[in-house]
């Protein structure tokens, strides 16, 4: 648990990072995927200590893993990595919708 909780908020500074670096640092379509994605990070690394709290562990490590992955192809892409990676983005996606069902399962269980 105490791993993910690092993750988590380390996963919330570096969209802070980004979302920062899009609004100040960067321009045209490389700054709304940098504050795009800082903004799904940073509100999936909330959620992960929310699902921590809960002992919803498997919604924690999805909302942490699909927020790496989506944010993080969102990133690479503006610093100008290939546009391909925009492919991979919603894998990451995917994993922070599981997220939110398996947290809400996680409630009714409760």
Known sequence: MNLLVLLAVLSGA????????GAHGASGEAA???KT????????AVAAL????MRSLGAGWCFVLGG???????YLM??????WLGAVTPIGGVLLIV?????AWRAVQA
């Open 14 to 21: 570096l969209a802070v990072g980004a979302g920062a670096f």
């Open 32 to 34: 709304e995927w940098l």
């Open 37 to 44: 994605g800082g903004h799904y990070q940073l509100v999936h």
């Open 50 to 53: 929310v699902a921590v709290q």
């Open 68 to 74: 790496a992955i989506f944010a993080g192809t969102l």
């Open 78 to 83: 503006a610093l100008g990595l290939p546009r």
């Open 99 to 103: 997220g939110w069902l398996w947290l």
